[in-house]
């Protein structure tokens, strides 16, 4: 019979070390690269992505956001900070929409007209000349955030790319790219998360101050 210390669930405490050593590694690792990537020249161009995200809400115009994969999921968390998180001391928010959110107009789209212009059709639809539209990629290659890009400047879209490794297609078709070349997709959806957050509360805090000012005069 097995004892509790012979049940095959005994832990070799010199794996485990090594284990624990590799990850601690890693950790530093990561953070290392994730520290230097935010000590790049891309930082410097975020606030032109505040000031416009800011005029968007002043004139109520729409902020739109597209990523694939993880990109698109980062694409919707933007859109709840922008929607509620950057207004939550005055009680308003932007008027945002993630177009990678609803997923029968995404696969009817896809299925229909090609994964290409899940997109870019959206915007023919739904989008007006003003409004912002914010990609996210990783590589910058993605035909459906080129043909985002494309469609939105064709419309008068202000149009923001936040990209990773050599920013690719998008790079040169974004009024304004916000490049972190770096060669690594965690890091670069990390990115694009740090530079949504920055923008989310620079927001809430000009929109209070806003509100501060209203009130005293």
């Keep these: 019979m097995l004892n509790g210390n012979q049940n095959g669930n005994q832990k070799n405490p010199l794996v485990e070390i090594s284990i624990n050593g590799k990850m601690e590694g890693h950790i530093r690792s ?51 900070d922008l929607i509620y998180g950057a207004g939550m ?3 308003g928010g932007i008027n945002v ?20 212009r899940i997109y870019a059709q959206q915007l023919r639809v739904k989008a ?9 990629s990783g590589s910058g290659n993605s035909a459906n955030i080129v043909q985002a890009l494309k469609v939105g400047n064709e419309m008068g879209m202000k149009t ?8 690719g297609k998008c790079k040169e078709i974004a009024q304004v790219p916000i490049h972190f070349p770096v060669d690594d997709m965690q890091i670069a959806e990390d990115l694009q998360l740090i530079v949504g957050h920055i ?19």
């Excluded at 000031?51 to 115009?61: E, G, I, M, T, V």
């Excluded at 929109?207 to 005293?216: D, F, G, I, Y």
Aim: glycine share 10%.
């Design 160 to 167: 923001f790319a936040i990209l990773g490794y050599s920013g």
């Design 30 to 80: 990561y953070a290392r690269k994730l520290q230097q990537a935010l000590e790049l020249d891309a930082m410097t161009i975020i606030p032109q992505l505040g000031f416009a995200l800011l005029s968007a809400w002043r004139s109520n115009k729409t902020v739109y956001l597209c990523g694939n994969g993880g990109s698109a999921g980062n694409a919707i968390h933007m859109a709840n």
């Design 199 to 217: 923008c989310m509360q620079w927001l809430c805090e000009e929109s209070a101050k806003e509100s501060k000012l209203m009130a005293v005069n």
């Design 97 to 116: 929409e993630a177009l990678s959110a609803n997923p029968a107009v995404v696969t009817c789209l896809a299925n229909d007209l090609g994964y290409d």
């Design 128 to 136: 007006n000349a003003g409004d912002v539209l914010i990609v996210l």
């Design 89 to 91: 001391k005055v009680g």
